[in-house]
């Protein structure tokens, strides 16, 4: 009865390797986000889809490509990966696109060699 | 450019006493706050949030103040107990940037029995 589920919880992989991450959520949300959490410990947006449509693109590299085919997933896929991406992934999700709280998921901690 | 500021990296408070965790902004067009509680290898959940029409929410043993003139916010836990130490994110969300929240760094509480 997971709320937000996301895979791998871990991924480790060699820079210059195309590596997706997979989001799900079962709340009937129509508002998905992705979070990057740093080696800083800050948690920063980089994307925001409502209803399988972009609404937020943060200063992103073109390498990182979110896909939605539902309303229910919201994949994140990334090219050539560089150590400055080892990271903690958090996907999100809300009702809405003005709605107040949003549900995480557990995380995906990327690792790149 | 740190919007939202957690000057405290962790806190340590003895079982049944108050814990108070500090949250300080610098954008005005902030209109929703929230507190988000995250243990280890878990996503953030969401605790307790306040608008900024208000300047305190309660919702059981947590509390937040919002003091608007000074640009600052805290969350009150009262009686402290070991379950609540987990890390401890403030955000804030502004309604005409979209529902981009912007999180601060976190405060470890650390709630000694």
């Known amino acids: 009865d997971t709320a937000v589920s996301q895979t791998p919880k871990y991924l480790v992989t060699q820079m210059g390797n195309d590596k997706s991450i997979k989001c799900e959520q079962n709340?009937?949300?129509?508002?998905m986000y992705w979070y990057k959490q740093d080696s800083k410990k800050f948690l920063k947006i980089m994307f925001s889809?409502?209803?399988?449509?972009?609404?937020i693109n943060e200063t992103v590299p073109n390498r990182f490509s979110p896909k939605s085919p539902d309303k229910a997933h919201l994949n994140l896929h990334i090219n050539s990966l560089e150590l400055g991406d080892s990271a903690v992934y958090f996907c999100a999700s809300s009702s809405g696109t003005v709605t107040r709280e949003q549900f995480f998921g557990p995380g995906t901690r990327l690792t790149v060699l | 450019d740190q919007q939202v500021k957690q000057n405290s990296p962790s806190l340590s408070v003895q079982e049944g006493r108050i814990s108070i965790l500090n949250c300080d902004y610098t954008?005005?067009?902030?209109?929703?706050f929230l507190w988000y509680k995250k243990y280890p290898a878990e996503g953030p959940t969401f605790l307790i949030s306040i608008s900024s029409i208000k300047d305190k929410n309660e919702d059981g043993r947590f509390t937040v103040f919002l003091n608007k003139s000074a640009k600052h916010l805290s969350l009150h836990i009262v009686p402290s107990q070991p379950g609540d130490s987990a890390v401890y994110f403030c955000a804030a969300r502004a309604m005409e940037y979209g529902n981009k929240l912007v999180f601060g760094a976190g405060t470890i509480l650390r709630v000694k029995s």
């Open positions: 889809y409502n209803n399988k449509e972009l609404i």
């Open positions: 954008n005005s067009m902030f209109d929703y």
């Open positions: 709340l009937g949300h129509d508002t």
